[in-house]
């Protein structure tokens, strides 16, 4: 890759309403240094990324029918979240014997990138970034099966320093969103939004701005 470094992994979401559930997890940038660690059985854990030069996250993830209806984020498909920036680190967790991205710190030209399943994209660009993911809630006859783990998805996300953020929505969306019933939007609605600092709630997604926020 042109002296670029990455690391990758493919983990089981373990949705027991889909035999496919799943999660992966993609680091890429000029330099990437791993800290390891061992469990309690001696397996190698990861516990500690630092990437840094045009460093890049990628996590995508499959959400059920099931998933989307109980946590209320309205479709059935891959979610995808993608962190950049000039440096990014990450710390991660031992969750049911897999290391989950826990934390993420990013500085320097920072961007995350949220694609719902709905198709929805939101991009939010700033001078730092911080953000806390957490395994959503696997949906298999109302509880957790033992040793499957949820979708990774962002918890929440505080964006500072000249924040920009444009959000796109799917001309299908917004034709089914429309007040006269037939009438059929051809182009997506491309919205945009600028301040100082930008606050992320994934719990009630609602994005706050604040500081000269337009």
Excluded at 169 to 183: M, Y
């Amino acid at each position: 890759n042109g002296g670029r470094v990455r690391s990758s992994e493919r983990v089981r979401a373990g949705d027991a309403a889909s035999a496919n559930g799943w999660s992966t997890r993609d680091l890429i940038a000029d330099t990437v240094e791993l800290a390891l660690g061992t469990d309690a059985a001696g397996k190698t854990e990861l516990r500690d990324a630092t990437a840094v030069g045009a460093a890049r996250l990628t996590t995508v993830s499959t959400v059920t029918a099931g998933t989307a209806a109980k946590t209320g984020n309205g479709a059935a498909g891959e979610t995808t979240n993608t962190l950049s920036g000039d440096r990014l680190q990450a710390h991660f967790i031992p969750v049911r014997g897999q290391s989950q991205v826990s934390t993420v710190h990013g500085t320097g030209h920072t961007v995350l990138e949220q694609i719902a399943a709905t198709g929805v994209d939101e991009v939010s660009a700033g001078d730092s970034l911080d953000v806390n993911f957490r395994a959503a809630p696997v949906v298999a006859g109302g509880k957790k099966p033992d040793g499957q783990v949820g979708a990774v998805e962002v918890a929440n996300a505080v964006q500072v320093g000249n924040v920009a953020i444009t959000r796109t929505i799917p001309a299908a969306l917004v034709s089914k969103g429309s007040v006269s019933k037939g009438s059929m939007s051809s182009e997506p609605d491309v919205q945009h939004a600028v301040a100082q600092r930008a606050d992320y709630d994934g719990d009630t997604n609602v994005l706050t701005l604040t500081g000269g926020a337009e």
